[in-house]
């Protein structure tokens, strides 16, 4: 892949400052309703994104029409920041990023959210949401997974499916887990064949994304989690597998290893992968939720146009 010619990075940059300035609307819509009905939705967040995340939050909450807000904060947030965040979602609670004891998986990285997440499903259901994501439609799929108290994760990719973890291990025989050039995912696939844990006899996989995901309350804690990175430190190594991505692994093998765990229809709930595909702003079904992937989330002017959109209907 080449390199970003000059004129494209500063598209880029563009674009993030016409997609700023169009987020600051948000500020102008009405608060989330209150509500305790055991669903929390939550999102790791810093002073950068405090708008798009109000953005990504309260278009969630919209169309789902449940859930109070849980916010980590990854130690940036100001005391304006909080004030806002108190106005427009209710006095969330805010958990300080510095707080979270990571055990013994990796700090950093995204382990602290996913660490909270899974404390705080005990008691209720948690849907973690990343701030670079828009919800546009009724999101039916989501509301059945909460009443069936089931997980549920967007899918990476259209074909991902959730499969036994030894059929994965299989697919990658051969490939040297320790190779230092391999991404942490696909080291930790080729691995995973080798990961036991109490409790679970037969263990699964997916290639969800982990940043649009359900975890229904009483399922698999910390414990799992733990288990499956103290098995990835063995059959990897620490710095392989502290390397960004590593969270996002254990999310997927969290979600699978769920009771009757959901998979979300990838033509409703979809990544923005490529801009190529869709022309200017447009999809190739009519999806309920985007997440805008970092390296094309401003290729064309998609982003903006569903943050348009989700704020017009906020109001």
């Keep these: 892949m080449s390199s970003p010619s000059i004129a494209e990075h500063l598209n880029w940059h563009v674009k ?20 305790d009905d055991g669903v929390i939705l939550f999102s790791m967040i810093g002073t ?48 300080a990023i510095r707080e979270v004891d990571t055990g013994p998986c990796p700090r950093g990285g995204t382990w602290e959210r ?27 799929e989501v509301r059945a997974a909460i009443d069936a108290g089931r997980d549920f994760t967007l899918r990476g990719e259209a074909s991902a499916e959730i499969r036994a973890a030894s059929d994965i291990a299989r697919d990658r025989a051969g490939v040297d887990p320790r190779d230092p050039k391999l991404h942490v995912q696909d080291a930790a696939e080729a691995a995973i064949g080798s990961v036991a844990i109490p409790g679970h006899a037969t263990l699964h996989y997916v290639r969800g994304c982990s940043g649009f995901a359900g975890f229904a309350p009483g399922g698999p804690g910390r414990a799992l989690a733990e288990g499956f990175s103290l098995a990835m430190d063995d059959a990897i190594g620490r710095a392989s597998w502290s390397r960004w991505g590593s969270e996002q692994v254990t999310s997927n093998f969290v979600v699978a290893n769920g009771r009757d765990s959901m998979l979300l229809p990838y033509d409703r709930y979809l ?23 970092g390296t094309y989330r401003f290729h064309g002017d998609a982003y903006l146009s569903a943050t348009r959109t989700a704020i017009d209907r906020l109001g």
């Design 16 to 35: 993030q400052w016409l997609h700023r300035r169009l987020a600051r609307r948000v500020l102008a819509t009405p608060p989330i309703p209150v509500s």
């Design 48 to 95: 950068a994104v405090l708008l798009p995340c109000l953005v990504a939050v309260k278009s969630l909450r919209q169309q789902l029409g449940r859930g109070r807000v849980v916010i980590l904060d990854d130690g940036t947030l100001t005391a304006a920041d909080h004030q806002v965040l108190a106005h427009h979602l209710n006095d969330p609670r805010i958990v």
């Design 114 to 140: 996913l660490l909270t997440i899974l404390d705080l499903r005990a008691e209720a259901y948690v849907i973690q949401v990343d701030s670079d994501t828009v919800t546009l439609r009724d999101l039916t």
């Design 271 to 293: 990544n923005f992968w490529n801009a190529a595909l869709f022309g200017r702003a447009r999809f190739p079904t009519d999806p309920a939720f985007i997440h805008f992937i």
